[in-house]
């Protein structure tokens, strides 16, 4: 069984920055793609980032491009994602997912185990 533990939400400003962290079990970590997604209240869980298995291939929502940037640290089965320029608009509970591959995808669909959230809000 994987377990997915998301940490590093807060409460921030408009153009501040967040580093969350998404510790998982498991010894086969390294193993698959893992992704970030997004639910705002009223809105549909979307996709954010993703970075492959070895972390040489990361793909973003265009809403997320040039902000925010996904990494992976496999010695310690951590997946990153930091956020700069947040907006307000980016104020959602964000959840860490793995892929049931080793490769990028961005369907909801696709990932086969999510953690519990961690909660962004953007203040304007």
């Known amino acids: 069984q994987v377990q997915l533990v998301e940490s590093g939400g807060g409460l921030v400003q408009a153009g501040g920055s967040l580093r969350l962290s998404c510790a998982a079990s498991g010894r086969t970590f390294r193993s698959y793609a893992m992704g970030w997604f997004r639910q705002a209240p009223g809105k549909e869980r979307e996709f954010v980032a993703a970075?492959?298995?070895?972390?040489?291939?990361?793909y973003y929502a265009d809403s997320v491009k040039g902000r925010f940037t996904i990494s992976r640290d496999n010695a310690k089965n951590t997946v990153y994602l930091q956020m700069n320029s947040l907006k307000p608009e980016d104020t959602a509970v964000y959840y860490c997912?793995?892929?049931?591959?080793?490769?990028?995808?961005?369907?909801?669909?696709?990932?086969?185990?999510w953690g519990q959230g961690t909660q962004v809000t953007v203040s304007s």
């Open positions: 997912a793995r892929h049931s591959r080793a490769v990028v995808g961005t369907h909801l669909d696709e990932y086969d185990y």
């Open positions: 970075i492959n298995w070895i972390g040489d291939s990361t």
